[in-house]
């Protein structure tokens, strides 16, 4: 099956720099990579995804972006806020609708 | 939101105790699933479902069984409860959009076994 790993597992910056995560992925038949952000208590909730015909994507301070090649894919934060921190989980999915998570990076945007 | 709900939000109970954990969705959608989120190990797939009476197994399934007798409801039953299915369960469904496939979770379910 599947296998995702995800690093760093703790990230520590100072807001208004930039913070990049990275996962790697086993499984070649995986064409669809979502990222969550998760705050303390509360559920994950989805913030970018990419898929495999694309090599990277923006939303504002966000982005992605994927070799597939490599079968690695990373998460890009720029100008980061103090409202950025949270725990964050990249995926991998292909048949079956099914996702894989990584082991997730704790971020902390300091002051 | 996506229209997913959870009962109950939190639960201790006894060890050898069965337990069933309620996923509820109002908006129609034909997959399901069904995750524990432990430290260190992200969110790992139980089981899910990809429509009524229609259910598969994920990575972490030995000890849980599910059931989908309706679209809407989705429920994770623990046959008999050990300590090491202490966990926060979360439910999620699939939207199928031009091939991707995006999960939305519910608000979880705290359980504690003792």
């Known amino acids: 099956g599947e296998n995702v790993e995800q690093h760093p597992s703790t990230l520590s910056v100072q807001e208004g720099d930039s913070a990049v995560i990275k996962c790697t992925y086993s499984d070649s038949a995986s064409n669809y990579f979502p990222w969550y952000k998760q705050e303390l208590g509360k559920r994950p909730q989805l913030i970018i995804d990419?898929?495999?015909?694309?090599g990277e994507k923006k939303d504002q301070r966000i982005a992605v972006t994927l070799n597939k090649t490599a079968k690695h894919f990373s998460l890009h934060i720029t100008e980061t806020q103090p409202e950025d921190s949270a725990v964050y989980f990249c995926?991998?999915?292909?048949?079956?609708?099914?996702?894989?998570f990584g082991t997730g990076t704790r971020l902390q945007v300091t002051l | 939101d996506a229209g997913i709900t959870q009962s109950p939000r939190h639960k201790v109970t006894e060890t050898g105790t069965p337990v069933t954990l309620r996923c509820h969705q109002t908006e129609n959608h034909r997959y399901m699933y069904w995750y524990r989120q432990d430290p260190g190990h992200g969110l790992r797939l139980i089981h899910y479902?990809?429509?009524?009476?229609?259910?598969d197994k994920g990575e972490v399934s030995d000890g849980y069984s599910v059931s989908r007798s309706k679209t809407e409801d989705f429920l994770l039953t623990l046959e008999s409860a050990t300590s090491s299915q202490t966990s926060v369960y979360f439910c999620?469904?699939?939207?199928?959009?031009?091939?991707?496939?995006?999960?939305?979770f519910g608000p979880g379910t705290r359980l504690t076994v003792t």
């Open positions: 999620a469904i699939s939207e199928i959009a031009g091939g991707s496939y995006e999960q939305y």
């Open positions: 990419i898929r495999s015909n694309v």
């Open positions: 995926a991998a999915g292909g048949t079956a609708s099914k996702l894989t």
């Open positions: 479902s990809y429509g009524v009476k229609d259910t």
